[in-house]
């Protein structure tokens, strides 16, 4: 069953006198356990794509479904209850907050939810991407692949159906993004989530269950 | 239990507390514009309060007094014994104590001095006795002024000499008592009987409650004597210190909102620099804010972090702020007052308070814009940089 769906979005951009059409009527599914990559030249439409998929953005035309709920006309506070809840991302540059130790940014989403007892997940997760001795570190005390596991750990804090990840390995060396990849890949399976990537990546390939190009906003088949 | 873990449970004042640390140097210039607003407001102010009461200490036990002369329409060359009589007739709950003055040279021991004699009966409801006593009814000894007898060396019991009659000296009086009559002189004081060729009283003093009572006997006791019948004549001049104070108190009113007003300009400048340091940094943490909303942070959460750091930066400006103008206010009561630790009562101290209160709401309510542009920002505009 598929966790997130987009039915024929559009997304067009006014700037200035000019209208750009991001996304020309795309469809797009992804599964429980299933890590898809969406590739495509800059400039293809690639990331408006991943901000439907993330709820960071609406489309101007067309459905979004999550778990079989139409999230289309969801106001912004509305989808930000969603993101919280539902999905957690992985950035390009980790986008750590760096006054903060790793345990504090794993935390970060559900910081604000009192009623939540966060730092034993924390913990766990920190643990889990093999980071258990680096609790208390903060991010400029980390190494790039150090501090990409601090974000997937963040991203994996609320218990996510959806992990977005926008280039996870653009930053890291080959070696060391091979490691992240696995990681993903191990934590796919053990949580049950849908993994989005996008990615200019060769060696993310091996690890996708699935993949979908863009070109100029049209999904190629 | 660290306490960095304790505070995480008030994420809001964790966020904006890491944030400020992360430039200290700027947050310090930040907070150091609002210690400034806050001395400036805080300090002008008790600065007000301490003029005023150096003002109503200098005027004395004056201001609740009225003093009755002979006016220039009288037909007697002085208060009359009937005058006295009908005076005390209207007076309810107040005391009228006729003098008759003069002046003269006392010696003692080759030394000389000028003072102003006054004869008085009941001398102990118009001085205050430093030593010595002053006796219900005064009928043979005298009283007089400390500076006089310190320049004279004379000491109680010593006698005095005046129209050919000796006193002995019963008590000293404090003679610093303002502008009053025969202020600044040195005075001497004796029993009425030894002014007995001075047909007239030269004047009633009456001492009311309060400076209202005082003003309202002057004003019965005017009519009574030079309006009724007597159109626009002045048979006794009545005048009272009541409506001194009350100007001065008036001007002094306005000197404090003058003052507060110039300390209110420098924290208003210190607000605009809050304002500035606060969207300076909110527009350098775009991205920041951008990952936080992206992964669920509400709106509104975002709008309280940076609201509670604005807050942090009054608070924080606001207190160090608050002591430094506690030293000035206590230097100046010092100077002004003689009595460094009257600026804490609470009619100066409350400065500090609204100084404070002042910069905190300052603080928020620069910070309102920064954080309500921060908070709605687009995710996706903001992840971009």
């Known amino acids: 069953m598929s966790v997130i769906e987009l039915h024929d979005v559009v997304k067009r951009y006014e700037s200035g006198a000019q209208t750009v059409t991001a996304l020309k009527g795309v469809d797009f599914h992804a599964d429980r356990g299933e890590m898809v990559t969406i590739i495509g030249p800059s400039g293809s439409g690639k990331s408006t794509m991943l901000n439907m998929i993330g709820l960071l953005d609406t489309p101007t035309a067309g459905t979004v479904l999550l778990d079989d709920r139409d999230v289309t006309d969801f106001t912004e506070d509305e989808l930000t209850e969603e993101r919280r809840t539902n999905l957690g991302f992985v950035f390009q540059d980790f986008h750590l907050l760096p006054m903060l130790t790793a345990v504090e940014n794993v935390e970060l989403p559900s910081v604000w939810d009192t009623s939540v007892d966060r730092r034993d997940r924390a913990i766990d997760l920190l643990k889990r991407v093999g980071l258990g001795d680096r609790l208390d570190h903060t991010p400029d005390e980390l190494s790039g692949g150090q501090q990409q596991r601090v974000a997937i750990a963040r991203s994996l804090i609320n218990g996510p159906d959806i992990l977005l990840a926008d280039e996870p390995t653009g930053n890291l060396d080959q070696d060391t993004g091979q490691t992240i990849l696995e990681e993903v890949t191990r934590l796919k399976q053990e949580e049950n989530i849908a993994v989005v990537a996008v990615t200019h990546d060769e060696q993310m390939l091996e690890y996708t269950d699935r993949t979908v190009r863009i070109v100029d906003g049209v999904i190629q088949q | ?385």
């Open chain 2, 1 to 385: 239990m660290s306490i960095a873990d304790t505070l995480w449970h008030f994420p809001s004042a964790m966020m904006a507390w890491r944030n400020l640390g992360r430039n200290r140097m700027r947050t310090a210039l930040a907070a150091l514009g609002i210690v400034i607003g806050v001395v400036a407001i805080a300090s002008l102010g008790m600065a007000g309060v301490a003029i005023q009461q150096q003002a109503t200490s200098n005027l004395g036990s004056l201001t609740n007094q009225v003093s009755v002369s002979a006016g220039q329409d009288s037909d007697y060359d002085g208060v009359t014994d009937d005058q006295v009589e009908e005076i005390r007739s209207l007076l309810t709950n107040a005391q009228a104590i006729p003098q008759k003055t003069n002046s003269t040279t006392v010696s003692s021991r080759g030394k000389e001095a000028y003072v102003s004699v006054t004869g008085v009966t009941d001398a102990n409801a118009l001085y205050d006795v430093t030593e010595g006593t002053a006796p219900e009814r005064l009928q043979t000894g005298a009283l007089i002024s400390n500076s006089t007898a310190q320049q004279l060396g004379l000491e109680l019991g010593d006698p005095v000499e005046y129209d050919g009659h000796l006193y002995r000296i019963a008590g000293l009086i404090d003679s610093s008592s303002g502008f009053g009559p025969g202020g600044g002189r040195g005075e001497l004081v004796i029993p009425i009987s030894g002014l007995a060729d001075q047909q007239y009283y030269d004047s009633v003093t009456i001492t009311a409650d309060d400076g209202d009572a005082a003003s309202n006997i002057a004003n019965r006791l005017d009519e009574h004597f030079n309006s009724e019948g007597h159109e626009d004549e002045e048979i006794l001049r009545v005048s009272s210190y009541a409506n001194v104070q009350g100007q001065i108190s008036s001007f002094m009113n306005t000197l404090q909102l003058a003052l507060l007003g110039i300390g209110g300009i420098s924290l208003i400048v210190a607000s605009v620099a809050i304002l500035n340091v606060m969207l300076m940094s909110t527009v350098e943490r775009r991205g920041e804010i951008g990952v936080l909303r992206a992964v669920g942070i509400r709106r509104g959460e975002v709008l309280r972090m940076i609201l509670t750091e604005a807050a942090l930066l009054g608070t924080l400006g606001g207190l160090v702020g608050a002591l430094a103008a506690l030293a000035v206010g206590a230097m100046m009561f010092h100077v002004l007052v003689g009595d460094a630790s009257a600026a804490l009562q609470w009619s100066s101290a409350r400065y500090l308070v609204y100084g404070f209160a002042f910069a905190v709401f300052a603080s928020v309510l620069s910070g309102i814009y920064p954080a309500w542009k921060a908070a709605n920002d687009s995710p996706v505009e903001a992840l971009r940089g």
